[in-house]
């Protein structure tokens, strides 16, 4: 009978009152704990690669930031250096000692050339326009008044009769072809920057002038009429831009 079946039916379902399942077997019998992170995968990995890559960047920025020290010290040194000796290749213009001139210049040379950037020299700073004149008058005088004393006293031997190959407080002949290559070699470096033969700058023409006209004296004693004129156009040479001899 239907009745019958329905009856039946409910009898094999579980009273309302008998026990379920218990807690522990729908639940694991111990929970994972928020601030222990072992029990999560990846995520201690995570958290550890944060931490070292942050660690990298601020190391990174240090071992910067001191580089950047050394090198502003690194040129406040050069500079320091490029002062004594251009007051040394005075001082010896003043003396009649060039030996030992054809160093420093080469020394003031690729320093001042060399840190052009680094100094700034590259870039137009109309608050910085007089010092970098002075800077570069400096330098280019430092070259001028050697090359000039240079010529000045090889001349005064050869009118005495007297050699310049054994003139021991003189710059040799093989020094003066160095220091033309080096200075045509730095030049070229610069020239891009618009560094050569300018007001700011070197003066290059006028400087490989004085040094071609030394040369010229080893030799041998020339006629007084050419010696005369290259004494002249060397004097001439040396006079700051804008100034014409009388």
């Known amino acids: 009978m239907p009745g019958s079946n329905i009856t039946a039916q409910y009898q094999q379902q579980p009273a309302y009152g008998q026990p379920g399942p218990s807690t ?3 639940y694991p019998g111990t929970m994972l ?29 240090q071992a ?17 250096r490029y002062q004594t000796q251009v007051r040394t290749l005075f001082t010896g213009v003043r003396d009649g000692e060039l030996s030992a001139a054809p160093e420093s210049l080469v020394d003031i040379s690729r320093y001042l050339l060399g840190s052009a950037e680094a100094l ?37 031997r050869l009118r005495s009769g007297q050699t310049l190959q054994d003139a021991s407080s003189l710059i040799n002949r093989h020094s003066l072809e160095q220091l ?12 891009k920057f618009g560094l050569v033969d300018y007001q700011m700058g070197v003066a290059e023409e006028s400087i490989m ?16 009429r ?14 700051p831009s804008g100034i014409q001899q009388r």
């Open 180 to 191: 033309a290559k080096e200075l045509a070699r730095l030049c070229d470096d610069v020239e």
């Open 120 to 156: 700034g020299l590259t870039r137009d700073d109309e608050a910085m326009h007089d010092d970098r004149i002075r800077l570069w008058d400096e330098f280019n005088r430092a070259w001028l008044t050697v090359m000039q004393r240079q010529y000045d006293l090889s001349r005064d």
């Open 24 to 26: 522990s077997q729908l």
């Open 209 to 224: 002038d004085l040094i071609l006209r030394c040369l010229t004296l080893f030799d041998g004693p020339t006629s007084s």
């Open 64 to 80: 910067q930031a001191e580089a950047q020290q050394q090198q502003a010290e690194s040129i406040d040194q050069g500079f320091s």
């Open 33 to 61: 704990d928020p601030v222990q992170t072992a029990g999560y995968p990846g995520y201690g990995q995570s958290q550890q690669q944060q931490q070292y890559t942050a660690q990298q960047q601020q190391q990174q920025a």
């Open 226 to 239: 050419d010696r005369a004129s290259a004494s002249q156009a060397a004097a001439g040479a040396a006079l």
